[in-house]
C-alpha cells in the first residue's frame, strides 16, 4: 500500500462570489431579527466603525449596493494566497479613516 498523503489544498480568492454570500448571510440575519433593517446605521450594528464624517450615516444598504465609494484598500485585506493581512478589529479601525473616492 502506499503511505498515506494529505490533500494539497489550493486556496482561490472567491473575488465577487463573496457579494452574494455576504447579502444572503445578511438577509438570513434580518429575516430572523438580529438585524433590525437593512436601513439601519452600521455603526449601530458595528459600534466599532464611529466615523464623525457623512460617511458615518454608511447603512448596509450602501455597503451592499456599493454606493458608499469609499476607498477599498485592497492592499491591506490580503495576502497572495488570500491569507488575511489583518484581524477584523484592525480592518475596522482603518475602515474609520479610509478616504472617501467620490462625494457619498
Not at 480568492?13 to 438570513?28: D, R
Not at 429575516?31 to 464623525?52: C, Y
Not at 449596493?65 to 489583518?86: F, G, K, M
Amino acid at each position: 500500500t502506499k503511505p498515506y498523503t494529505p490533500l494539497r489544498c489550493t486556496t482561490f480568492v472567491l473575488g465577487s462570489l463573496t457579494k452574494s454570500l455576504t447579502a444572503a448571510l445578511v438577509a438570513s440575519l434580518h429575516d430572523v431579527g438580529i438585524i433590525p433593517s437593512w436601513d439601519a446605521p452600521l455603526k449601530t450594528l458595528l459600534p466599532e466603525f464611529h466615523r464623525e464624517d457623512i460617511y458615518g450615516e454608511i447603512t448596509l444598504t450602501d455597503l451592499l449596493t456599493y454606493r458608499t465609494d469609499l476607498a477599498s484598500l485592497d492592499s491591506l485585506w490580503l495576502a497572495s494566497n488570500n491569507v488575511p493581512y489583518l484581524p477584523r478589529s484592525e480592518v475596522v479601525r482603518i475602515l474609520n479613516y479610509a478616504p472617501g473616492i467620490q462625494p457619498f
